[in-house]
């Protein structure tokens, strides 16, 4: 069965840049489209964006200009990057796995909390 | 920009108690909604998938319908493993969630 998992720095400054990767293991990363998604505290789950495992991406209109989604196949992982954070971007970021563009998303990380503060 | 309702909010139920939480799209996504279980610090498990299918190793009492605007996930009797926060989600474009229904114990 396939896991995810998120790993990165929980705490980043406003106007930085918060990096995120999620590691897949018990299953390739190939043939799959891998999502982020994010949740801010009391707030709904909010979809970022995804990457094919062949480097095709598709992204939230209201988050595009800020993001940038990576894959590195060779190491079953992919990546994300949201630059110019305020403290409207602390959430708990989940990675998820679907099968197809129309998102389903069938297997979730456990998720990890980032805070943007000074 | 397609938005998701969910309503109740909330809501407080019983063991063994049959549930029914309901979600609404602004506008027609034919059956590409999806239902989600969420439990604190863990991973959100996928329910339901395309309106009415039921994703492989979730238990029966759960089932799903509907389609356009309107659907519905219905618990059919209510374990103590069931009591969490249910979300539905669109995937008929740019995904996007329901507000959430916690299920509470009574």
């Known amino acids: 069965q396939v896991q995810l998992q998120e790993s990165g720095p929980g705490l980043v400054k406003p106007s930085e840049t918060l990096s995120l990767t999620c590691s897949v293991s018990?299953?390739?990363?190939?043939?799959?489209?891998w999502s982020w998604i994010r949740q801010p505290p009391g707030k709904t789950l909010e979809w970022i964006g995804y990457?094919?495992?062949?480097?095709?991406?598709d992204f939230n209109p209201s988050l595009k200009s800020r993001v940038t989604i990576s894959i590195d196949t060779s190491k079953n992982q992919f990546s994300l990057k949201l630059n110019s954070v305020t403290a409207a971007d602390t959430a708990v970021y989940y990675c998820?796995?679907?099968?197809?563009?129309?998102?389903?998303?069938?297997?979730w990380g456990q998720g990890t909390l980032v805070t943007v503060s000074s | 920009d397609i938005q998701m309702t969910q309503s109740p909010s909330s809501l407080s139920a019983s063991v063994g108690d049959r549930v029914t939480i309901t979600c609404r799209a602004s506008?027609?996504?034919?059956?590409?909604l999806n239902w989600y279980q969420h439990k604190a610090g863990k991973a959100p498990k996928l329910l339901i998938y395309?309106?009415?299918n039921l994703q492989s190793g979730v238990p029966s009492r759960f089932s799903g319908s509907g389609s356009g605007t309107d659907f519905t996930l219905t618990i059919s009797s209510l374990q103590p493993e069931d009591f969490a926060t249910y979300y539905c989600?669109?995937?008929?474009?740019?995904?996007?969630f329901g507000q959430g229904t916690k299920v509470e114990i009574k």
């Open positions: 018990g299953g390739s990363i190939s043939g799959y489209y």
């Open positions: 395309t309106a009415s």
């Open positions: 989600q669109q995937s008929y474009s740019t995904p996007r």
């Open positions: 506008q027609s996504i034919s059956s590409y």
């Open positions: 998820a796995r679907h099968a197809s563009s129309s998102a389903k998303f069938d297997s």
């Open positions: 990457i094919y495992y062949n480097g095709g991406t």
